[in-house]
């Protein structure tokens, strides 16, 4: 039988950075798995799209179908779905999303420590906000806040809050301002985005100007990541060969 295809479908975004950021991660999964057939796809913004892609796998192929993003909500429960309803093919499985993974909070913590070295060293008086881009889908807001107090009870620190660039509240800005009212010797912010664009540039800019110490950037192509792409796309392997 044919190997497998893994297409991993990210969210997209007009911003060139985002795309290249999801090229450079598929070139760090394919290192990790070598001979993996991996093809990225965009639900917007930027090409290709997932019907133009899995246009061009050949029918006989298995084909994994994976959403480059961290938390379920809208896109992964509703959109990729329906997109995929509406295709000829049979023999296509869907994968969970990245979030959550233990493995995405060893990323937090590189990217954090990467823009603030000092920050780990007394995590007692280091205040982290979890900025994440919000949605109008409740649980997986939850799932942020559930993330954060994993973080706080694995790591120490001050304190570890939630908030959303859009859709919920606090707004990162927001939650800065309040952890330092309520005492904080200082605040880092953790950007919980896959790649940086518009959303992870906004909790930067808002975030300094409200008093915060250091602004980790986006997760980007890094290791953790990588093998949490390629993690789900096992389960989704193991799966389809114990149906068989």
């Known amino acids: 039988m044919p190997e497998p295809v893994l ?8 911003d060139p950075r ?7 991660l598929a ?7 070598p001979g ?9 913004h930027a090409p290709p799209s997932l019907p133009q892609v899995l246009s061009t796998i050949e029918a006989d192929r298995e084909v994994t179908v994976l959403p480059l ?10 959109d990729i779905p329906r997109m995929l309803s ?9 994968g969970a999303t990245l979030g959550p993974h233990p493995l995405l909070l060893q990323s937090l913590d590189r990217r954090l420590a990467e823009a603030d070295p000092s920050a780990h060293e007394n995590p007692g008086r280091t205040a982290v906000i979890l900025a994440a881009a919000g949605s109008s889908d409740h649980e997986a807001n939850a799932t942020i806040a559930r993330l954060a107090a994993q973080w706080q009870a694995r790591t120490g ?17 927001a939650a800065v301002t309040d952890l330092l009212r309520a005492g904080a010797p200082r605040v880092v912010v953790a950007t919980y985005l896959l790649a940086p664009g518009l959303f992870a540039d906004r909790i930067r800019q808002s975030t300094m100007a409200a008093g915060a110490a250091a602004v980790a950037p986006a997760l980007g192509a890094c290791a953790e990541v990588a093998d949490v792409m390629l993690d789900r796309f096992a389960e989704v392997v193991s799966r389809r060969w114990t149906a068989a």
């Open 7 to 14: 297409v991993a479908v990210a969210h997209g975004s007009a």
């Open 18 to 24: 985002a795309s290249a950021t999801i090229a450079d």
């Open 27 to 33: 070139v760090v999964a394919r290192e990790r798995w």
């Open 36 to 44: 993996l057939d991996l093809r990225a796809a965009f639900l917007g």
């Open 69 to 78: 993003l961290l938390t379920a909500a809208y896109h992964s429960k509703a």
């Open 86 to 94: 509406r295709l000829p093919r049979s023999r296509v499985s869907y």
């Open 157 to 173: 620190w001050f304190a570890v809050r939630p908030a959303y660039a859009s859709a919920a509240e606090p707004s990162p800005a």
